[in-house]
């Protein structure tokens, strides 16, 4: 796995395609890809010590508002993979990149990006940079 230059830390989750994600040829269905990426979010999340429970603890939400996915090669029932997520923006948004990777082949599969605004939970208004909770807990990968 190639690790993005400019990353500034990154999770990865190792999966198995389950059954009940595949559609009736044996191939994943593309909506997937997206919770394999929040998995992989997750784990950075709390790599960080600011998972979703501590953002909501901190006062600040943390909705996507922009996602890109680019389908390279189909996974399939059973086909272990490897999801990776990349920290590559924090200080005014949250811009993650994804990489999932066949475990045994190392082969890309799929690529793609979200992107996350910090909303003041009591105002519900959208914050123009991150809040200092996120920095700080920042400060050690920095």
């Known amino acids: 796995m190639k690790i993005p230059d400019n990353s500034i830390v990154f999770a990865t989750v190792d999966l198995e395609i389950p059954f009940f994600d595949v559609d009736s040829m ?10 394999y990426f929040e998995i992989a979010r997750c784990a950075l999340l709390k790599k960080i010590d600011y998972d979703y429970i501590a953002m909501l603890d901190s006062g600040y939400g943390w909705p996507v508002v922009d996602m890109r996915v680019k389908y390279i090669k189909p996974t399939e029932f059973k086909q272990q993979i490897v999801v990776a997520a990349f920290l590559i923006e924090y ?3 949250l811009k993650l990149e994804y990489l999932i990777s066949d475990k045994n082949t190392n082969a890309k599969l799929t ?14 208004e959208m914050c123009f940079s ?10 050690k990968f920095l």
């Not at 044996?26 to 919770?35: A, E």
């Not at 979200?114 to 003041?120: P, R």
């Open 26 to 35: 044996g191939i994943t269905w593309h909506g997937n890809y997206i919770k």
């Open 130 to 139: 991150s809040p200092d909770i996120l920095l700080h807990k920042l400060q």
């Open 91 to 93: 200080e005014n948004r």
């Open 111 to 124: 690529t793609g990006y979200s992107i996350q605004v910090a909303v003041d939970l009591e105002t519900k």
